[in-house]
């Protein structure tokens, strides 16, 4: 692989993960989707307790459209880019930070996380997906009534 093909590979991968939290934090939910490789492999038994899971791309967006509706908001901003390239697979693992507000309708409680992720992704004829996404998280302040608040049906 040449200097230039690792530079581009690395650029993609972290265009890749920056979109993931963008897309999200704009509720962009079927751009969301396009990011993911149909199966993904889920761990955020940090957060909630249960056992890592493979799910599909849209069971993972579907849980974020529920879980980051319409009436909150959220921020996330991840940094520290550690991006390990074998062949057609990847590894790229950052330092993230999520901040997440109910609206004023809602009581306007926060809630905020500081932790790990590990996003592995696999080259495609589309380019770079990810097929797993893990969260460590590591510190957490606020209301965590805000993390599960979901509205009602």
Known sequence: MTDMTTLVDRAALIE???SIF?????????G???LFADKV????TSLAG???A?????QLVDGWRVGLHAKKASFHTVSHY?????????????KGYAYNVLDASLG????EVWGRYEIPARRTAEGWKATGLTFVALHTRGDDAVRTHVLEA
């Open 16 to 18: 890749l993960v920056d």
């Open 22 to 30: 963008d897309t999200v934090d704009a509720k962009d939910w079927d």
């Open 32 to 34: 969301a989707e396009a």
């Open 41 to 44: 492999d889920v761990d955020f």
């Open 50 to 52: 249960g056992e890592p």
């Open 54 to 58: 493979e799910i599909t791309n849209v």
């Open 82 to 94: 550690r991006v390990v390239v074998t062949g057609d697979e990847a590894l790229v693992k950052v």
């Open 108 to 111: 306007g409680e926060m809630w």
